[in-house]
């Protein structure tokens, strides 16, 4: 496709359960990202991959949220034993520089909703 | 630590007014910084990125303006129409914050009524 592509766009889960939310970036972009939005925010920075490898981990908030990217395209983020506090619109975003510097294109974002 | 901050948070003018919005940040170190818009319910839609060795950029009727040594950034909307309303969201790339991640500053919320 021409843009970041990020499923599902919504997601209601319950308490505890397990969430799995995808990320597919513009084709060629070696560099993706997932942030975090909450209401009136701006975004939070959560992972940043160069290729199939995590460069900077370091905003995951905590060891039930963990990411992949297999291939070097397509990611997902994973939150386990979701909490009401994991609500939130989840955003990936790729550039297309190695360095990780470049312009950032986002996609839609997908909405988690815990109960 | 890199702080990003915009001012004001929201903004409500009648159509064909010029705008300003401020962002500001505390680490003037910065790689580049990028202007986004965010329609309610949609992701972010870059429109314009600065490098650290520009001083502004242009595109259509928006203009952004850089000055490091102050740690400030202005976006300038020209003729402002309804369709501009949005939240425009600031962010800064850092050497401090790691140089790979985008520090977002909370928008502001502009809302253009005819």
């Known amino acids: 496709g021409a843009g970041v592509s990020q499923t599902p766009s919504n997601k209601v889960t319950e308490k505890g359960k397990y969430v799995e939310l995808r990320c597919d970036p513009i084709?060629?972009?070696?560099?993706l990202y997932w942030y975090r939005q909450s209401l009136g925010q701006g975004p939070e920075f959560l992972i940043y991959?160069?290729?199939?490898?995590?460069?900077?981990d370091s905003g995951l908030p905590n060891d039930r949220f963990f990411a992949v990217r297999p291939e070097g395209s397509v990611s997902t983020l994973k939150i386990q034993r979701t909490e009401r506090g994991d609500s939130a619109v989840y955003l990936c975003a790729s550039s297309p520089e190695r360095t990780g510097t470049g312009e950032l294109f986002f996609g839609e974002g997908s909405r988690l909703t815990v109960l | 630590k890199q702080e990003v901050t915009q001012i004001p948070a929201a903004l409500s003018v009648p159509e064909g007014e010029n705008l300003v919005l401020n962002c500001s940040f505390t680490?003037?170190?910065?790689?580049?910084l990028q202007w986004f818009r965010q329609d309610p319910g949609k992701g972010l839609t870059s429109l314009l990125l600065i490098q650290s060795s520009q001083r502004e950029q242009t595109s259509g009727r928006l203009n952004a303006s850089l000055d490091k040594s102050s740690g400030r950034s202005t976006l300038y909307i020209a003729a402002s129409q309804p369709g501009d309303s949005a939240t425009y969201l600031c962010?800064?790339?850092?050497?401090?914050?790691?140089?790979?991640?985008?520090?977002f500053g909370a928008g502001t919320r502009l809302a253009v009524h005819p």
């Open positions: 084709s060629g972009h070696t560099a």
């Open positions: 991959f160069q290729g199939t490898g995590a460069a900077d």
């Open positions: 680490d003037s170190a910065i790689y580049n």
């Open positions: 962010a800064v790339r850092s050497f401090s914050g790691g140089y790979n991640k985008l520090i």
